[in-house]
């Protein structure tokens, strides 16, 4: 099984990006998604996650309110929709299978990473 993550770029702050995650290969079975970003120096951070089965969805704070997470279980893919994008979300977003939970280590299977640059 492999996770594809795409969507990244260059946004101007204010401006919105949707990435994209897509499973191929065999059919695995996990809790669920989650994005994850990690910025130059910086620990892998936890963004949002969501469930496949309830489709029940988790934040952090610092992307509350300005993310959506979502899924399409038939196409076996995640999205994350940012809007209001500041530099601070400057950043490679993973996303990875597993959880749950927003620990990264609860996550088995990784995407490849996608760069997110916000100018100011």
């Known amino acids: 099984v492999q996770l594809q993550a795409s969507g990244g770029g260059l946004v101007q702050a204010g401006g919105s990006l949707r990435l994209s995650c897509a499973a191929s290969?065999?059919?695995?079975?996990?809790?669920?998604m989650g994005w994850f970003r990690q910025a130059p120096g910086k620990e892998r951070d936890f963004v949002a996650r969501i469930s496949w089965s309830s489709g029940m969805t988790y934040y952090a704070d610092s992307v509350k309110g300005r993310s959506t997470i979502s899924k399409d279980n038939a196409k076996k893919s995640v999205y994350l929709q940012m809007n209001s994008l500041k530099p601070e979300d400057t950043a490679v977003y993973y996303c990875?299978?597993?959880?749950?939970?927003?620990?990264?280590?609860?996550?088995?299977?990784w995407g490849q990473g996608t760069l997110v640059t916000v100018s100011s």
């Open positions: 990875a299978a597993g959880g749950p939970g927003t620990d990264k280590y609860a996550y088995k299977l």
């Open positions: 290969g065999r059919t695995f079975s996990t809790y669920g």
